[in-house]
């Protein structure tokens, strides 16, 4: 167990890996929404 190990964590970060062991980073689901919605009704430009 350690650095060559690929279900321990730290053998998850020398490889650059992730899994249960070693989560990813979640993406916010609030702004992906909002991002999706601006691009199917863009706002109105005013002149």
């Known amino acids: 167990m350690g650095k060559g190990d690929k279900k321990t964590k730290r053998g998850k970060i020398i490889m650059g890996s992730y899994g249960k062991t070693r989560p990813g980073k979640k993406k916010n689901k609030e702004d992906t929404t909002l991002k999706?919605?601006?691009k199917i009704a863009p706002?109105?430009?005013k002149d």
């Open 43 to 45: 706002k109105s430009k």
């Open 36 to 38: 999706v919605k601006e």
